[in-house]
């Protein structure tokens, strides 16, 4: 039976809430006029409406979010952005993993754990890395959301991440399991150096010892196909998607998510990717298929 995944990314959910003097003396201040600026113009509520209601009729097994719903990290954010996760559906068919505008300053950690945390655990309960089973599926979700300095957007894993990382993945594969791997910072990017996954070298060297069928980001607001190496000689894609929100035009590709339907079994894993995106017109249709 074939099991079909989507995914989406980097919704900047709008319009900003309104922010105290107080809330801008930190790096949120070059966020907030870089939104003033011009990221008010590139992230359209009634845009990624359409996303979503177009998402909703594919009547996917599951969603996965990967990152930035939030952006400046301030706790009136937080709110419409559990209501959004809500709207997805519940923690059982929909896993997040946070990215740098969710994690922007340190409180924004808080905000994020206590508003999202129900999309950010596993099975067992746990958290970074969390594993959840979705028929034949193990989504396994990774935190490169940290605070940073002002103009920078790097993500990290961290040591324990990636330690704890092979395990699961080693466990995933001897359940014969199709390995999906959530990540916010792609390990193979076409952004500048301040928007860099630090550790982006570490984790590749965990997916050529430990393998895995899939890994899935956002964070460069690109339609994105790039291959990690795995474990003997394999390629492991990693797939990228444009903002949800992007309008038609504003950004670097118009908004859109992915569609992977997913068959067969353990050595003859088939995976079929459809790209929907909205054209100029507003129109949310399928513009490719790839065979990964």
């Known amino acids: 039976m074939t099991f079909t995944l989507a995914h989406l990314s980097d919704v900047h959910l709008a319009p900003l809430p309104a922010a105290h003097v107080l809330d801008l003396c930190s790096k949120r201040i070059t966020g907030y006029l870089n939104w003033q600026r011009r990221r008010r113009f590139v992230h359209d509520g009634a845009v990624l409406e359409r996303i979503v209601a177009d998402l909703k009729a594919q009547t996917p097994d599951h969603i996965a979010v990967t990152g930035d719903i939030a952006n400046i990290g301030l706790e009136a954010e937080y709110a419409p952005g559990r209501d959004f996760l809500d709207g997805l559906g519940d923690a059982q068919t929909v896993s997040f993993v946070p990215g740098n505008h ?167 894993w088939r995976c079929e990717m459809a790209v929907r995106a909205m054209d100029a017109d507003g129109t949310v249709r399928e513009v490719k298929r790839v065979n990964l």
Do not use: W
């Open 102 to 268: 969710d994690i922007y300053v340190a409180e924004s950690e808080g905000f994020a754990t206590r508003a999202f945390g129900d999309f950010m655990r596993g099975d067992d309960g746990g958290s970074f890395p969390y594993l959840k089973r979705r028929g034949p599926l193990a989504i396994i979700g990774l935190s490169t959301g940290v605070a940073t300095a002002p103009f920078q957007a790097t993500g990290e894993l961290g040591p324990a991440q990636l330690a704890a990382l092979g395990p699961l993945l080693d466990r995933a594969r001897d359940q014969k399991l199709f390995r999906v791997v959530l990540i916010h910072h792609p390990p193979i990017s076409l952004s500048p150096h301040h928007k860099r996954l630090t550790d982006a070298d570490a984790l590749k060297q965990v997916i050529a010892a430990h393998g895995a069928e899939l890994i899935l980001h956002g964070h460069d607001h690109r339609d994105m196909l790039n291959f990690v190496a795995g474990p003997d000689g394999e390629s492991v894609p990693a797939v990228g998607v444009p903002s949800a929100s992007a309008a038609p035009g504003a950004d670097k590709d118009n908004a859109g998510y992915h569609l992977y339907r997913i068959d067969g079994g353990a050595s003859a």
